[in-house]
């Protein structure tokens, strides 16, 4: 095949997808400033505003590797917390957020915002885990062990569902999005940044040259695993193009699928709303 492709049975896919992120879990994080040159914390910024999540907002985090997207969440909304105190104590006739929810049972008050991860690899969680513990969150996270393809959780549980660079790794992309569309909520949203087909030829082109070539180097210099890191190269080559997974989106049963290419579409964010 193109590139020299290894052809991964579908059996098989699952077991490698597990050894790759087992290998490099605790050189994760490192690796993806690398290898991005720090562009995938913008991405993943961006898909926090667009998310724009308000307090109370419940996200499961699927393939939520070492956090990333839950800690982004969490931060938003206390800024929208404060945010709203802030309105609140500049007009002393709306009253402040604490004077509302005072007002109300408890039972009535909204539930506290939660971030659930959820990733099949355990080494990549225990080092999300780690993390949180440096950053001090306490409260409003919690890690669960799952597959995408058989969630561990009951029907209409979650205001949003993120997946961010993790469906391309999962063996059945169709299972997958049924089980985001049998957790969510009515009403909910799918949200999901993938890699995808660059259109513009000279920036293919070079691309190319940056999967193929810079990659794989740069994983086998910082992380010592340089067979990884052509997998993840290989799996970004073989997910659907933007309007082909707008496609299967639709057909499972969602909404109002759009997509936005950002960074001349090597990286799309598909979500629905
Ligand atoms: N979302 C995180 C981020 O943006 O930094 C991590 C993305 S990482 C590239 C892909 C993650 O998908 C890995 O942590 C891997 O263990 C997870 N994964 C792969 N197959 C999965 C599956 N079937 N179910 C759940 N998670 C899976």
Known sequence: THFGFEKVPEAEKAKRVYKVFENVAQKYDVMNDAMSLGVHRLWKDMLLHVMHPQPGARLLDVAGGTGDISFRFLDYILYQQERRKRRAAASSQTPSWQDISDKYPTEDRPQESRAVVCDINKEMLKVGKQRADSMG????????????????????????????????????????????????????????????????????????????????????????????????????????????????????????????????SILHQVFLQ
């Open 137 to 264: 969150i306490t409260s409003g996270l919690s890690w669960v062990v799952g597959d995408a393809e058989e969630l561990p959780f009951d029907d209409d549980q979650f205001d949003i569902y993120t997946i961010a660079f993790g469906i391309r790794n999962v063996t059945h992309i169709d299972q997958t999005l049924q089980e985001a569309l049998r957790v969510l909520k009515p009403g909910g949203r799918f949200m999901c940044l993938e890699f995808s087909k660059v259109t513009n030829p000279v920036l293919a082109k070079l691309y190319d040259v940056y999967s193929f070539q810079v990659i794989p180097v740069l994983g086998e210099v910082i992380a010592g695993d340089w067979k990884s890191y052509q997998y993840l190269v290989e799996s970004i080559r073989k997910f659907p193009d933007q309007e082909e997974f707008k496609g299967m989106i639709e057909d499972t049963g969602f909404f109002c699928v759009q997509y936005f290419n950002f960074t001349g």
